[in-house]
């Protein structure tokens, strides 16, 4: 995600890291509780501890915070630490709409919701490694 230099990082008009970690910690909740993103939940390890973890860190980053996910680990690699995960367009839409779900019930701007949609659309389409 690219922005003027005076423009308002994604990451500053969602709040911060304590929104960015509100808006992880409601993605995985979702997750766990609704049924219409099993598939997505059973890529995923019985713990969700490390990957909030790793997605807080990432997203910080990618939205044009700290890069916590690079001090720790480096370069993020997206698709080649996906690829043990059976990853096709299931898993890919319930992360979209688990995604988006997480945005509307933390209050994400609609315009800024949009953006970050289309742009989690082309990084987790890039992700799949499924034909389905």
């Given amino acids: 995600m690219s922005e003027s230099p005076t423009a308002a990082t994604p990451y500053e008009r969602l709040g911060g890291d304590a929104a ?9 909740d979702l997750m766990d509780l609704e049924p219409a993103y099993a598939a997505l939940r059973r890529v995923h390890g019985p713990d969700l501890t490390d990957a ?3 997605l807080h860190w990432f997203l910080s980053g990618w939205l ?7 001090e720790r680990f480096g370069h993020p690699r997206l698709r080649a630490r996906h690829l043990p995960f059976a990853i096709g367009i299931r898993e890919r839409d319930e992360w979209l709409a688990c995604m988006n779900q997480a945005m509307v019930e933390c209050g ?3 315009d800024l919701r949009a953006r970050l949609l289309k742009a989690f659309f082309q990084t987790a389409d890039w992700m799949r490694n499924q034909a389905g």
């Fill in 52 to 54: 909030r973890d790793k």
């Fill in 108 to 110: 994400v701007e609609e």
């Fill in 20 to 28: 960015v970690r509100a808006l992880v910690d409601r993605f995985y």
């Fill in 64 to 70: 044009g915070g700290p890069d916590l996910y690079i």
